[in-house]
Structure formats: structure tokens, C-alpha cells
């Protein structure tokens, strides 16, 4: 044993820098120090401010009217509010007293680590925060997007029109795909790596903590922006999260939102990975080599390599469109020389790379999970890396498969087909080096090993539609059908999902220092695991009858089984609330945590839980593998040899 | 030691360094990363090029099609002198690497102004260009690419702004200059960038 969970409760603050006092009252504080209050009123100034700055410069050029709402939205609502956002709480206090001249500030640690629930609303630098911040919002988003769904379930539960009308039925599918993909999936795996890997690598912290202040704090401005596309005329944005043009470029204002809420979400997509990059690369304990590094570490970075070099090919397609649509641009408009299918082809190159953006993290989670609860090394650990990057340099070059009924060059089908179907390779070698994992394992069926197993089953169905939809004449069959959306289902809620809560069930106990309920965790499981196939296993059959996706409307012949669906679906809703109730009432009142209750050897489970501020008390030394479990004698780390003693001593005294 | 036989000693406690794993310092590391990306924006919106000059059916057979011209001499000063302006900044970060204190604020000082006098005369020939954002695909091309790379200026400017303020504070040293070579590094950048947006845009 290297460790104790006494540094939990009472402990838990020392250690902690002295906070810096402010020289001024509460009020004043509350007011005008950082925070979301000077966040709130910096944000609506600067919103006039823009708003002034539009009116100004359509007045000097002599363009009438002066005031245009639109514009004026982009400019001041969707650009500089943002902007005063992030400076009123605080995100830019470092670097404007820099860029101001003044000397450099030493580093006080002020902002990190969090004391109370309120330490949470604030700019922390503390990747431990961040992490779980990152992970609360996501889940916040993810119940609002799971509500929408709800609701459009419940007008497709029979044909015709019940609930809402087509337009806001399109807006509720248009605006649940976007936060389920943008402020759900790859956030969240983002908050998990954020907690997980500086601690996997034996680094006190992230490359660069405030930058990573900084990228969580863009992730609420996107996803309030989506929503807040409700409020406009015309309603959210309902050209789907495809947002093909030029279908987007004729919606009214609410597509705005979606061209500049992405901007928002990219760009924090973007600095996370740049700082999970600089991180791995330079910040490994002594002894961790690539080579030994947990999957986990190894997912993130082929993963951050994709979000670094694939994501600016989004925000240029919600550019170019925002461009169309305000500033009578023609770059996908026929009329006047734009390329229509050019629209498709820039935003696939990015939006088929973020599929796996959304897998691959999950491949790592997963990986942890299944080598620790079957007891066993990974089996084929170099193999498991390689396929990673198999998938990342395929990944950039299948993104046409998306458009074989777009109407593009013929040519570029069968190529596009053949590099579809390899993709199936790197990862097969992933399934079956799970299951050959679990082979005679001792295999622990507690909750995060059902979420992964169960992530393995359905992310095989869904990789098997994959493998149908990815030759031709099937996709040109099933294209546009329910079919389409059964598949999507499978591969990110029963893949990317299923993933996230196995993590967020594994990592629990470290992250918060008590034990989940074990029951709860597994009613949870069950309920998911039943409720997501009774829902999205019917699909596939009624896409191939033809039911078309994204219309609030069907054929009579339908309407029994969306019935049935429905209804699944709504069992699917109620099974979250069992986690949330799990996860809150653990979180408040659970039972204390062991330090390591899974018995891992990855090094986050060698320090306390919930891990000390500064992770580390003196940095690891890797000796060997990440996942030696069965190997007589096998190490992964040497824990600094003080504190091995005084956790001897503290044993004593417990 | 642990926290707790920190906290009885009333010690600052800081983190413990970090091990270094590569040779590679993170600051530059972390700009070339981020270089990376901004390379793949301007690709974006090379690829919008691309398509409507190459691709699309209906692509104009005269580049910029009748009756509109660039303005590809004046345009080519500008691009020399965003050239020279690399050479400068190169010069002021070699100066302060050697410790000529005045060399460096005087290169500083030149590259800033060279940097200001290409997006004025962008912003001037954006206002005589004879065409607008509306006026057809080629013109989305045009404003969409040096438009790109104009904002890109602006933040080099800025960049250099700061950089020029804090080196008339004194705060660069021959060993500590990284606030001079993260700027430089996303200058050359920059310029490297205008070379091929000029040769795509106004050249071929």
C-alpha cells in the first residue's frame, strides 16, 4: 500500500495555498472581483459596446438601415459578450497584467484546487477541477438534450402532427444532436482526461492550467448560445447538425447561433488538445516512456492529434456559411459561382475525423476498465496504440462515404468505400484484444466493467451497420432512413456513452473520495442497457421499410413500432435519473473511498482520493507497464519512498 | 514529505516540478501546435478556393473574371514588404539573444511598422478593390482569404505590441527571451502564409 484515504474530510485543506486576500469589502469583492457576476455585467456592456461599434460603421459607410439585428447579434451577442464573459470572471487577469508591461506575477496557486462548492463557479487551474467542472456542465447539457429528445419522441410516438410544429420539430432534432455531440460527447471525455491523465502520466498538473481555465470556459457560451437560438424569430436552427447548405444558408436567424456557437465549441476543442499534446510530450514521470504509458494516455493523444488538425475544417464551414447568409457571400450559392457540394466535402473532412474524436477516448476508457476488472495485462498493448493511430491516419481519409448519394464525382465512391471498410481493421483488432483481455480472466462484474462490456456488444452492432452502410449500394439504400439513426445510436450512445459512464463510475471514487452505490450503479446499467435497445433496435428495421429520418411525420404502416420506440425511449430517460440520484447522493453522503478500490496499478490510483492538490508529493519513477496485474513482482511505478513511510505510519494510527 | 508535514511546518507549499520528458521546450511546442491549426484554417479555406475556382462547373475561365482586376503590383510591394518585415523580426530576436538592447527595440520597432503599413494598405485596397463581398464567388474567395490573413496581421501586431512595450520595460534578457521568439515564431508564420495566399490569390 502506498497510500490513505485519510487526507479526505477534514484534511482536505491542508496543504492549500493561503488564498489571496482582497484588499477591499465583500460587496466590493462580490461586485467587481472575478467572478460570475462581474462575468454577467462585463458580458452585457460589452454587448452595447458592439452594438454601438455595428451602428457606427454602417452609419459611416452610409449603409442603411444602421441597425440590423442580425448583425448587430453576431457582433455584440454572439462575439463580444463571449469576450466580456471570459474577462469578467477572470479568465484574462494573468495575462493582461503581462501584456500589460507590469513584471511577471510568481505564481501564488491561488486558483487552484477547490475548498468549497463555490471554488467550482470560479476560474481554477487546478486540472482536478477542471475536470470535474467539464463533467458536471456536460451532464447538464446532456439531460436538456435528452429532454428534446424526449419531446420529439413524443411527437413521433404516432403519425401526423401532435405536439410541435415542423419547424420546432426540426429545431428540437437539429439542436439535440448538436449539444449531445458538441457539449456532451467530446467534452465529457475531455473532463475525464482532464482529471485522469496528468495524474497517469505523474505530472503535477496540465502544460498550460490557465489555458485549460480557459477551455472549459468556452464550453457553457457554446452551449447557451445553441440554446438561446430558441429565443429568436423563426426558432433554433433546424437544418440538422449538418447543417447542409444550402439548406442553412435560407433559415432564419436562429442558424447563426449553431455557425457561432461552433466557433466557440471548436476553439475550446482546440486549446484542450494543444494542451493535452504539450502535456504527454513533455511532462512524463521519469521512466514513462511512450511504451508505458496507459491506453487511456495513448487515446487522448491520438485523439487530441485529430481535434488539432481536423477541427479548424469546421469552423471554416460555419464560416463560409455565416458569410453567405450575412454578408451576401457566394460561397456555396450557384448563382453566383459558389460550389454547393463544397460545403459537404470541408465539413466532413471534419465531421467524420470527430467520430472518432468521439471513439477513441472512449476506446482508452475502456481499455483501463476491462485490464483492471478482468485482473489481466491488455493483451497486445502496442498493438492496442497502433491501431489508435491506424484509425487517426484512415480517419482524415474516408469523409466522402457521407456523401455517396450527394451527387459528388463517381470516381471518388469506390476508393472511398475501400478505405471505409479498412477502417474496420484497426478497429477489430481493438474488439478482439478486449475480448482476449477477458479470456480467462477474473473477471469483476461490477458497474463501470457491465458499462464497458456492454460498450463492446453494442459498439460491435454499431460497427457492423457501420461495415453495411460504409459499401455503396447499401448506403445508397439506406441513406436518409431510420436505418442512419439506428446506427449513429449504437456507435455514440451505445459506444461513446456506455463509455463515458463506465468512466465516470471508475473514476468516481478518486474524483470525489466516496463510493457510488453499487446497486443503484447496476439497476442503472441494466435499465440503459434494455431500455437503449428496445429503443434503437427497431430503427434499423423500420429504416429499411423506408421510414425517412428528420421529418416529425410517417406512414400509417409505422406507427405501431414508433410507438413501442417511445415509449423505450422514455424508460431510457427515466433510467438517467437513477444515475443522477446514484451520483449526487454518493457524491454528498457515499461511504468513504479506499485510495485504490479497484486495485489498479495506473499511478492515479497510487495517491489519496480524492488525490492531493499538487497530485504528486515528489514526482513517480515508472519502472514498468501500466497494466502487470497477475505478474508476480511486476511495478508500474516507485512511489517517492517518504511518503511510502508516512502512509505506513498513518495506517498505524487508523 | 508529505502535506500534512508541510502544513505542520507552515511552509509554501508549491507542486512539485515537473519532470521534463522531451527536449522540446512546451511553450514552443504548444505555439507550433497551434500553428498547426491555423495552418488547417487557411487550408479550410483554401479548399473553398479550390472548389470554386477549380472544381465547380461553371469555375470563371479568367481569374478574376471580366470586368474585375486585383491590384497584383501593389499587392507584391506589400508582400515585399511583409518579407522584410520577417528578416527584422529575426534580426531584433537574434539582438536580444546576443544582448544589444538597442538593435532588438529598434528591429522590434521596424518589424511593427512594416506589420501596420501592410494592413493599411490591405484596408486601402479593400476600399478601391472596385468589387464587394456580394459580387460573386471569386470575390468570397478573395475577402475570405486575405481577409483571413489580415485579422491574422492584426493579431501578429498586437503580439508585437506587447512584446515592444515589455522591451522597453527591460524585461527581455539574453536568457529570457521567449516573449520575443513566441511572437517571432507565429510572424514568420504569418508571412510565410501571405506568400502563398498572394500566389494563389493574385498570382496564378
Known sequence: MTATHDQHGGHAAEGYPEHFEPPRGRAWTMAFGPGLVRGAWMALRVVGLGALLVVALRAWWGWSPYWDTHIVLVVGAMTAAPIGFLAGIGSFDYWLHYVSGRPTRPEDHSGHGARTWRDYFKVNTDHKVIGIQYLVTTFFFFTIGGLMAMLFRAELAQPGLQFVDSQTFNGLVSVHATLMIFLF?????????????????????????????????????????????????????????????????????????????????????????LNFLVTIITMRAPGMTFWRMPLLVWANFTTSLLVVIATPFIAGSQFFVMFDRIMHTDFFT????????????????????????????????????????????????????????GILVLGFSVWAHHMFVAGMADWLRVPMMITTLLIAVPTGIKVFSWTATLWRGRIRLNTPMLFALGFVTMFVIGGLSGIYLGSVPIDIHASDTYFIVAHIHYVLFGGSVFTIFAGVYYWFPKM????????????????????????????????????????FDYAEAFGQLNFFISIASFVLGASFVIFVYN???????????????????????????????????????????????????????????????????????? | MSAHAEAAHHEHHGPPAAHQSSRVDARVLGMFLFIASEAMLFGSFFTAYFFVRVVNPGAPTEWPPEPYHFPVFVAGVNTAILVTSSFTMHWALQSIKRGQRTAFLAGMILTFVMGFAFLLTQVVEYLNVGFNTGDGAFASVFFGLTGLHGAHVAVGLTLL????????????????????????????????????????????
Open chain 1, 185 to 273: 460527447i467530446i467534452p465529457a471525455f475531455a473532463g475525464l482526461a482532464n482529471f485522469a491523465v496528468p495524474l497517469m502520466l505523474g505530472a503535477p498538473d496540465m502544460a498550460f492550467p490557465r489555458l485549460n481555465a480557459l477551455s472549459f470556459w468556452l464550453l457553457p457560451i457554446a452551449g447557451l448560445m445553441f440554446l438561446a437560438s430558441f429565443l429568436v424569430p423563426g426558432g433554433a436552427f433546424a437544418s440538422g447538425w449538418t447543417a447542409y447548405a444550402p439548406l442553412s444558408e435560407g433559415q432564419p436567424m436562429g442558424q447563426t447561433f449553431f455557425n457561432m456557437g461552433v466557433q466557440w465549441a471548436g476553439a475550446s476543442s482546440i486549446m484542450t488538445a
Open chain 1, 334 to 389: 450557384p448563382e453566383g459561382g459558389g460550389y454547393v457540394l463544397g460545403y459537404q466535402h470541408i465539413f466532413w473532412f471534419y465531421s467524420h475525423p470527430a467520430v472518432y474524436i468521439m471513439m477513441l477516448p472512449g476506446f482508452g476508457i475502456v481499455s483501463e476498465v476491462i485490464s483492471t476488472m478482468a485482473r489481466k495485462p491488455i493483451f497486445g498493448y502496442r498493438l492496442m496504440a497502433l491501431s489508435l493511430i
Open chain 1, 512 to 551: 470525489t473520495g466516496r463510493m457510488y452505490d453499487e446497486r443503484l450503479g447496476k439497476l442503472h446499467f441494466w435499465l440503459t442497457f434494455v431500455s437503449f435497445n428496445a429503443t434503437f433496435f427497431p430503427m434499423h428495421y423500420v429504416g429499411l421499410r423506408g421510414m425517412p429520418r428528420r421529418v
Open chain 1, 583 to 654: 451520483i449526487v447522493t454518493s457524491w454528498t453522503r457515499g461511504p468513504v473511498a479506499e485510495s485504490n478500490p479497484w486495485r489498479a496499478h495506473t499511478l492515479e490510483w497510487q495517491v489519496s482520493s480524492p488525490p492531493p492538490i499538487f497530485n504528486f508529493d515528489e514526482i513517480p519513477q515508472v519502472v514498468g507497464g501500466p497494466y502487470e496485474y497477475g505478474v508476480p513482482g511486476a511495478r508500474h511505478a516507485v512511489m517517492s519512498p517518504a511518503k511510502e513511510h508516512v502512509a505506513e505510519q498513518e495506517e498505524v494510527h487508523a
Open chain 2, 161 to 204: 505590441g506587447i512584446v515592444i512595450v515589455r522591451g522597453f520595460r527591460g524585461h527581455y534578457s539574453p536568457e529570457h527571451h521567449h516573449g520575443v521568439e513566441l511572437p517571432g515564431i507565429y510572424w514568420h508564420f504569418v508571412d510565410v502564409m501571405w506568400i502563398v495566399v498572394y500566389s494563389a490569390v493574385y498570382l496564378i
